[in-house]
């Protein structure tokens, strides 16, 4: 049994066991303009309580062509806890796995996210993760990331920006250098169990470069 269908079925026996949970079904797709690169993931996510956890499966295409000869991309594993300080404070743990062929990566990570009162609808995170990434023919690798989010909610719309800062350790990411960027605009519009999404992010285009590409994303989430 693949690894892949291992977690899919812990995953599945988590979600049907007797706590009460909320859970939802995600799929997504991606578009990179530059590189014209497609890739697409599935995602099952559930809550029990205040532990998050969550699959994904990615797919792309034959040279990231658009769903042509749909190759394995890589899974996805989000373990979190999330902890209500008080009415505004959310400290939220995690640790995502990601699997893939050239290794596995783990992403220690702490989130704090604050709720204001003077504007309704309105919050503030921040994220610290440590990337590990332990690759299977090349040396190990590991990477900073610092995330900041805003977020606001208006009646069935969501709306969201986030930039990432990203400081690699003794290897170069974007532009011949150990730092990078990204930067990503999303809107949600909720109608009933469903739930459409848009994405845009601007994201380098390779790590000996500086040229920059307009990733575009497309979603569809059902909660049940």
Do not use: C
């Not at 090349?138 to 969501?158: A, E, K």
């Amino acid at each position: 049994m693949t690894k892949m269908k291992t977690l899919v079925i812990a995953m599945a026996s988590v979600m049907t066991a007797g706590a009460a949970s909320a859970a939802s079904f995600d799929v997504r797709h991606e578009y990179k303009s530059h590189t014209e690169q497609h890739a697409t993931r599935v995602k099952l996510a559930d809550s029990i309580d205040n532990f998050l956890v969550d699959i994904e499966a990615k797919f792309k295409g034959e040279e990231g062509k658009f769903m042509k000869d749909l190759q394995n991309n890589g899974w996805e594993l989000g373990l979190n806890y999330r902890h209500k300080l008080d009415d505004n404070w959310t400290l939220t743990y995690g640790m995502p796995i990601e699997g893939r062929t050239a290794g596995m990566t783990y992403k220690p990570q702490v989130r704090a996210t604050y709720a204001l009162d003077s504007v309704e609808g309105l919050s503030l995170s921040a994220r610290y993760r440590y990337d590990v990434r332990q690759n299977n023919d090349s040396d190990n690798q590991r990477r900073h990331r610092l995330t900041g989010n805003v977020n606001y909610s208006m009646d069935d719309w969501r709306f969201g920006f986030e930039a990432n800062y990203y400081k690699a350790d003794d290897y170069v990411i974007f532009d011949n250098d150990d730092t990078n960027y990204e930067l990503n605009a999303s809107v949600r519009r909720h109608m009933g169990q469903w739930a459409p999404y848009l994405e845009f992010g601007d994201v380098n285009t390779s790590s000996v470069k500086a040229t920059r590409e307009l990733r575009s994303r497309v979603g569809l989430t059902y909660s049940f």
